[in-house]
């Protein structure tokens, strides 16, 4: 499983989202990968990229959701091939929130195409823009995506965990949506079928007349949150300094004083 070629890139990312690494005794243990029944066409293309025994099985069960779902399970159990994707990155037992991305060379946007297969969306919202999220419980994926990105497309996004779940929900809209959809679903890459249509869908979509653009967002620098501070309870005199609104200023020194933003180096 070289990374650097884009199926295996890709598959990789999608086993570290989707896959779970089971040990037994001994060396015993199993890699099984459960998903909808309608995507079983991606778990024959991983069982054709392995060099290893397989197998794939189905059933039925109810769930939140469906009082029938109609699932597919990938199980491999070769003690190599669960040695080699334990190196590059897909550790054994519970690993939601400790998935990072690989270190070594890999094939960047196929690897993320997998992610997000397997734990994010591809589609249009109910106002009918272009969207492309993810769901994660680990903050160093979701880091990453926001700077692959925020480089690819320039939109910036801050991480912050759901209170109820402790998950990230990232999303991006309109054009930033539409670059990267095309970006990651490209002709004749390994995907799902049903969210690779689905980005070939956000390729026609134009913002409508009349739309407002909004604005790049402006970060607070350090040295604009000392100067804040400096000021204390004078936030006209800040905005006017600052170059920003005064609701901006008193928002930003709410947050540094109760904590829910991290004071500037030495305060």
Same mark, same amino acid.
């Given at each position: 499983?070289?990374?650097? !070629?884009?199926?295996y890139?890709?598959? @990789?990312? @999608?086993l570290?989202?989707?896959?779970h690494?089971a040990?037994?005794?001994g060396?015993?243990g199993?890699l099984?990968?459960? %998903? $909808?029944?309608r995507?079983v066409?991606?778990?024959r293309? @991983?069982?054709?990229?392995?060099?290893y #025994?397989? !197998?794939?099985t189905?059933?039925?069960?109810?769930?939140?959701?469906?009082?029938?779902h109609? $699932?597919v399970?990938?199980?491999?159990c070769?003690l190599?091939a669960?040695?080699?994707?334990?190196?590059?990155?897909?550790?054994?037992?519970r690993?939601s929130?400790?998935?990072k991305?690989?270190?070594?060379a890999?094939?960047?946007?196929?690897?993320l195409?997998?992610v997000?297969?397997a734990d994010?969306s591809?589609?249009?919202?109910?106002n009918?823009?272009?969207?492309? #999220?993810?769901?994660?419980?680990s903050?160093?994926?979701?880091?990453?995506?926001?700077?692959?990105?925020r480089?690819?497309?320039?939109a910036?996004?801050?991480?912050r965990?759901n209170?109820r779940?402790g %998950?990230?929900?990232l999303?991006?809209?309109?054009?930033a949506a539409?670059?990267?959809?095309a970006?990651?679903y490209?002709?004749?890459?390994?995907?799902?079928d049903?969210?690779?249509?689905?980005?070939a869908s956000?390729?026609?979509?134009?913002?409508?007349?009349?739309?407002?653009?909004a604005?790049?967002r402006r970060?607070w620098?350090?040295?604009?949150?000392?100067?804040?501070?400096?000021?204390?309870?004078?936030?006209t005199a800040a905005a006017?300094r600052?170059?920003?609104t005064?609701k $901006?200023?008193?928002?930003?020194l709410w947050?540094?004083r109760?904590g829910?933003?991290?004071?500037?180096s030495g %305060?």
């Open positions: 499983m070289d990374l650097r !070629n884009p199926q890139a890709y598959m @990789f990312g @999608f570290q989202a989707d896959g690494l040990a037994g005794t060396q015993k199993r099984t990968v459960e %998903i $909808s029944a995507d066409g991606i778990l293309e @991983f069982q054709r990229l392995t060099p #025994s397989s !197998n794939i189905g059933r039925t069960r109810a769930t939140n959701f469906s009082a029938s109609h $699932s399970s990938w199980n491999l070769a190599e669960r040695t080699r994707l334990a190196e590059l990155g897909l550790p054994y037992g690993k929130s400790v998935i991305p690989p270190r070594g890999f094939s960047r946007r196929d690897y195409r997998g997000i297969d994010g591809v589609g249009f919202t109910g009918g823009l272009p969207f492309v #999220s993810l769901t994660t419980a903050t160093a994926i979701g880091a990453y995506l926001c700077f692959y990105v480089k690819l497309t320039g910036e996004r801050s991480m965990r209170a779940d %998950i990230y929900n999303i991006y809209t309109k054009e539409r670059e990267l959809a970006h990651l490209y002709p004749g890459c390994l995907a799902l049903r969210k690779r249509d689905a980005a956000l390729r026609s979509w134009s913002r409508p007349v009349g739309m407002r653009v604005p790049d970060r620098t350090e040295s604009e949150d000392r100067m804040l501070l400096a000021w204390g309870d004078d936030v006017k600052l170059g920003r005064e $901006s200023c008193a928002i930003r947050r540094l109760t829910r933003t991290p004071p500037p %305060i």
